[in-house]
């Protein structure tokens, strides 16, 4: 009978770190203590090495804006649930994904984490939304909407991009990018910088924001793809160029 109870709790013991010490029990630790504000237990979930990028003030100060957003979204009658969650070996650890999506249907967002393991647990490096993943570990992507000027090359090489800076004015072509829906509910507004490349046929061959809300970033990468440039030429030649493009999201009305 002994035997029977230790076999039986050794099991119970296996079966519980299976559950809790995975990469997706953390993910879904994460997104549970935002419902609940809890910004202490989100921050305990982050790991040494993204504290030493980021700092513990500034994961915390990210963390808080993730969970005030995540329970006005609530507060505003707007259910969210994660389906299609995704999990791939990375060269440090490993990401998982799932699809952050309205019940109604309405409107989703994929969101990436990347964890590694430390201590014997999984923690967090890295979150933020698919379309905006970076190559850098960070913390929440979430950051002030400055202006930022890219330094033109001295003097740039063959076939190398020029600087054109802000390049809102220059465009022949600039959809406007629709206010994603979970963001209009949690009442998020700000601008979003998106760092784009422009070919020698003034069409859009690269996209990544640098800064704004996460939930904004997406709808303007995609909107910035789909703008069209006049080509640019230097010495009679066409060329590349690297701007920004800044998209403006004014706070929603009641």
Same mark, same amino acid.
């Given at each position: 009978?002994?035997?029977?109870?230790?076999v039986?709790?050794?099991?119970?013991?296996?079966?519980g770190c &299976?559950?809790? @010490?995975s990469?997706?029990?953390?993910?879904?630790k994460?997104? #549970?203590?935002?419902?609940k504000?809890? +910004?202490n $237990?989100?921050?305990?979930l982050?790991?040494?090495?993204a504290?030493?990028k980021?700092?513990?003030?500034?994961?915390?100060?990210?963390?808080k804006i993730?969970a005030?957003?995540?329970?006005?979204?609530?507060a505003?009658?707007s259910?969210?649930?994660?389906e299609d969650?995704?999990q791939?070996?990375?060269?440090?650890?490993e990401?998982?994904?799932?699809?952050?999506?309205?019940e109604s249907?309405?409107?989703?967002?994929?969101m990436t984490?990347d964890? &590694?393991?430390? @201590?014997?647990?999984?923690?967090?490096?890295?979150?933020?939304d #698919?379309a905006?993943?970076?190559?850098t +570990?960070? $913390?929440?992507?979430i950051?002030?909407?400055e202006?930022?000027?890219?330094?033109?090359?001295?003097?740039?090489?063959?076939?190398?991009?020029i600087?054109?800076?802000?390049?809102?004015?220059?465009?022949?072509?600039l959809?406007?990018?629709p206010?994603?829906p979970?963001?209009?509910?949690?009442?998020?507004?700000?601008?979003?910088?998106?760092?784009?490349t422009v070919?020698?046929?003034?069409?859009?061959?690269s996209?990544?924001?640098?800064s704004?809300?996460?939930l904004?970033r997406a709808?303007?990468?995609?909107?910035?793809?789909?703008a069209?440039?006049?080509?640019?030429k230097?010495a009679?030649q066409?060329?590349?160029?690297?701007?920004?493009?800044?998209?403006v999201?004014?706070p929603?009305?009641?």
């Open positions: 009978m002994k035997t029977k109870l230790f039986l709790l050794t099991l119970v013991v296996f079966t &299976s559950l809790f @010490g990469p997706q029990a953390t993910v879904k994460f997104m #549970a203590d935002a419902q504000g809890d +910004v $237990a989100m921050t305990d982050f790991s040494k090495n504290i030493s980021m700092g513990l003030d500034k994961i915390k100060e990210n963390n993730f005030d957003t995540t329970q006005r979204v609530a505003g009658g259910k969210y649930r994660m969650m995704r791939e070996s990375t060269a440090t650890g990401r998982v994904s799932f699809l952050y999506k309205d249907g309405v409107s989703s967002i994929r984490f964890l &590694s393991k430390e @201590g014997g647990a999984w923690k967090i490096d890295y979150i933020g #698919a905006d993943k970076e190559n +570990v960070a $913390a929440p992507a950051s002030s909407p202006v930022k000027e890219l330094t033109p090359p001295a003097p740039p090489g063959p076939g190398a991009p600087s054109g800076g802000v390049l809102n004015e220059k465009a022949i072509s959809p406007k990018p206010y994603p979970i963001a209009r509910a949690a009442k998020i507004s700000g601008t979003v910088v998106v760092q784009v070919d020698e046929n003034g069409d859009v061959i996209a990544q924001a640098l704004g809300h996460p904004l709808a303007s990468i995609t909107a910035a793809r789909a069209k440039f006049q080509p640019t230097l009679g066409p060329v590349k160029v690297n701007g920004v493009i800044n998209y999201f004014e929603p009305a009641n």
